[in-house]
């Protein structure tokens, strides 16, 4: 997917509706949390086993929707932030390699 | 940002710490609602109007970490469940723009 | 009020109904932390001033009820760790004293 | 554990600090979704029977101190809206006694 369209399509779904106004850092990083545990609940009560068979359940879509719903205000927010998406996962990215090498996390899910 | 190339190099960071394991449905679901609490823990006693000038603060590279964290469990969630983002995305900017009529919600933050 | 009755009361409820078996730590700590979020979800597009009305709106039940839910699992999960929540409250609240001394903190949010 | 003297205590730490200003109901309701994660992703990448055991590792004080940060900002939360908490998880209980009944509800987790 390429984001750029689907900012600047959400920008203008925001704007022509006046909601520039909510649509603070603040409150745009809740509405992401909200949103996020909105798609955690679908997986609450799971097994990890049936966690993983989700899609080809009832709940299929409804997992489909929230991901695009988190999709949506993270893509807010590092709008109204001006935040270069792919700048900011390179630097990540970099540094999770740095902090978790292959070396020692293989195999281990320890904070590091 | 085009997320194929992101998704490729997540998976490709996963499988050679063999990660696999722990990246069920479930467990990726709960990283992704536990970074954008992090993400949200920076505006948590901010005013609106502070959290708009977040990025000339100090805390602004953590914003742009935490906002990396989200997107990279996001895109590795999708990945195992095999989601297509931009159809996601495609359906619920669609639904979203029939709920939220521009005439019923403009200016009004309303859930319909 | 007294929280005894109720940990008991809920972990009979949670018997009755064999419910131990989805009440693990992490379960509870999952359905707590999406108790917090449909409770925040209600906040989420209210100024702050708004916020502190929100009783007298159509929404005050919904609160008592949220704040009840993200209680009983609080409860719940504190039983199933055999957690003293009256001394786990002391070893915090001194320690919290310490750490935010009114003579540092007076108005100001700022983590220490 | 008695509630009403931490609620209490907790107000007085408040005030003290000059607090109540970032107090809103909408900050604190925040606050608490904030620390119910930071509760949660002690339990991250946890087997259900990992997080069972969970009291007797080096997180096990951790998660003492999560549990209390959360408990602390319900009690906050509930005074600055008055709410009355025994009353509420009355109202609560007896009305998820109604809609999960023994009956239909025996060893299973799905949502009435």
């Given at each position: 997917m390429e984001t750029t369209g689907w900012t600047d399509r959400l920008r203008t779904f925001a704007e022509e509706r006046e909601w520039e106004q909510?649509?603070?850092?603040?409150?745009?990083?809740m509405a992401l949390s909200v949103e996020a545990s909105e798609l955690l609940e679908i997986f609450q009560w799971l097994t990890p086993e049936e966690s993983a068979g989700v899609m080809r359940t009832e709940?299929?879509?409804?997992?489909?929707?929230?991901?695009?719903?988190?999709?949506?205000y993270l893509l807010r927010l590092a709008d109204v932030l001006d935040i270069d998406l792919n700048a900011a996962m390179a630097a990540k990215v970099a540094a999770s390699a740095k902090?978790?090498?292959v070396e020692h996390s293989k195999g281990s899910a320890a904070k590091r």
């Open positions: 909510f649509h603070t850092p603040k409150n745009l990083a709940r299929g879509q409804a997992v489909r929707d929230e991901v695009a719903d988190v999709m949506t902090r978790y090498t």
